[in-house]
């Protein structure tokens, strides 16, 4: 199993990013996706999850509104749409997935794989 993130990087206050994460070696079929981050210092936190195709997604209340997750499974990727960016949201980000019969959106305990992180970082 591997999932591989990319697509962080240097991006103003106020700016977008896109951020891919590739699964391989899992049925997604029977996974749900998240989103994760965690900051210097801070302890990993979820912000975004999907948990099936049909597309139910959560998202912290952090980045509720701005942020976006999306799947697509033909693909066996996972996307997370970040939008008006800000300082406080520089982290790096990591993709996970986890079975779909022990769901638990935002904890990092429902995940069983992780991807490698990818670092986002927000000027102001």
């Known amino acids: 199993v591997q999932l591989q993130a990319s697509g962080g990087g240097l991006v103003p206050a106020g700016g977008s990013l896109r951020l891919s994460c590739i699964v391989s070696?899992?049925?997604?079929?029977?996974?749900?996706l998240g989103w994760f981050r965690q900051a210097p210092g801070k302890e990993r936190e979820g912000i975004a999850s999907?948990?099936?195709?049909?597309?139910?997604?959560y998202y912290s209340d952090s980045v509720k509104g701005r942020f976006i997750i999306s799947r697509d499974n033909a693909k066996s990727t996972v996307y997370l749409q970040m939008t008006s960016l800000k300082p406080e949201d520089t982290a790096v980000y990591y993709c996970?997935?986890?079975?779909?019969?022990?769901?638990?959106?935002?904890?990092?305990?429902?995940?069983?794989?992780w991807g490698q992180g990818t670092l986002v970082t927000v000027s102001s």
């Open positions: 999907i948990g099936d195709s049909v597309g139910t997604t």
């Open positions: 070696g899992l049925d997604l079929d029977y996974y749900a």
């Open positions: 996970a997935a986890g079975p779909t019969f022990d769901y638990m959106p935002l904890k990092t305990r429902g995940y069983d794989y």
